[in-house]
């Protein structure tokens, strides 16, 4: 009986994603590295104004909240074991 033998395009295919990976990482990395501006700008530095008072009125806030005694197993019930029975 004759076996079916699969293409074997692992090879190419690995060969394939090296080459797509030099490419990814020569364009994205070393490309923008070694590319200088043509027209070096200052830099502008901005300069931040001075700080202004402020009031908080007012100065405390009271918080006031009331919890219900609410347990979440409180409406379950528990059946007790059966008798009789052995696990």
């Known amino acids: ?8 395009h692992g090879p190419a295919f ?5 080459a797509l990976a030099a490419l990814t990482i020569g364009a994205f990395v ?5 590319v200088e ?3 070096r700008v200052p830099a502008v530095v901005a300069v ?3 700080p202004t008072a402020v009031v908080v009125s007012p100065a405390r806030i009271d918080i006031v909240a009331v919890r219900e005694a609410k347990v979440a197993a ?6 007790p074991p059966k008798r009789g029975r052995s696990s």
Do not use: C, F, I
């Open 74 to 79: 409180e409406g379950v019930r528990v059946a």
């Open 1 to 8: 009986m004759n076996h079916y033998q699969p293409p074997s």
């Open 48 to 50: 931040a104004p001075l």
């Open 30 to 34: 070393v490309v923008p590295a070694s």
């Open 14 to 18: 690995a060969l394939v994603a090296v």
């Open 37 to 39: 501006p043509a027209a």
